[in-house]
């Protein structure tokens, strides 16, 4: 199910609003990671589908819902960007978390603690961040890296095409190689 009303009482059976709904979607369906996925698929090399660039294809996803509502597609109110903004501090906190509970630095229960307060996740959300840490190690990290290296190439590639900037161009060119490094990406989109 795509879209789910906010204000129908289904109890707990659907616990995402129609906005996190929303956003799920843009992250992993349209323009999300299906998009990049798909665009990988066409590429000559089959490595670069198969084993795609963890920090681009996490980059990419945060990235999707965020052009989404900068875009101001459809009807995007409010709930949206805080919603937005909530996942971005989540992809924050993630990476803080990571650097000080792989270190040894931080407890587990102090991590969770960490995440619904600076966060603000319930316990259940909390956990199951927890655990996607621990079964794919740098997850958040990753999301992290890939979130300001997409904004990056963003910035300079909007500076070095001045006047001439297409979104649609610059998604383009970002996408048609495949989940390429960002090193490579940097290389095609602005000669770095």
């Not at 199951?128 to 992290?144: I, P």
Request: proline share 3%; glycine share 6%; with cysteine.
């Amino acid at each position: 199910l795509y879209y789910i009303k906010g204000e129908e009482n289904l109890g707990d059976l659907f616990p995402l609003t129609s906005h996190e709904i929303d956003l799920t979607n843009a992250r992993y369906i349209i323009p999300g990671q299906c998009v990049q996925i798909a665009h990988a698929q066409k590429y000559s090399s089959p490595i670069r589908y198969i084993f795609p660039d963890p920090l681009n294809e996490a980059g990419w996803q945060i990235y999707a819902a965020q052009i989404i509502l900068d875009e101001e597609f459809e009807e995007w109110d409010d709930v949206h960007h805080i919603l937005k903004m909530k996942e971005e501090v989540i992809v924050i906190c993630r990476a803080f978390i990571e650097g000080q509970y792989y270190s040894g630095n931080m407890d587990r229960k102090t991590a969770l603690a960490y995440l619904q307060k600076e966060a603000f996740l319930n316990s259940s959300e909390a956990e199951a961040l927890m655990l996607q840490s621990d079964l794919y190690y740098f997850s958040g990290t990753q999301a992290f890296v890939g979130m300001m290296e997409i904004n990056s190439i963003l910035k300079e590639y909007k500076k070095n095409a001045g006047d001439s900037f297409s979104i649609l161009k610059f998604h383009q060119e970002m996408l048609e190689n495949g989940i390429i490094s960002f090193n490579q990406l940097k290389k095609q989109l602005v000669s770095l």
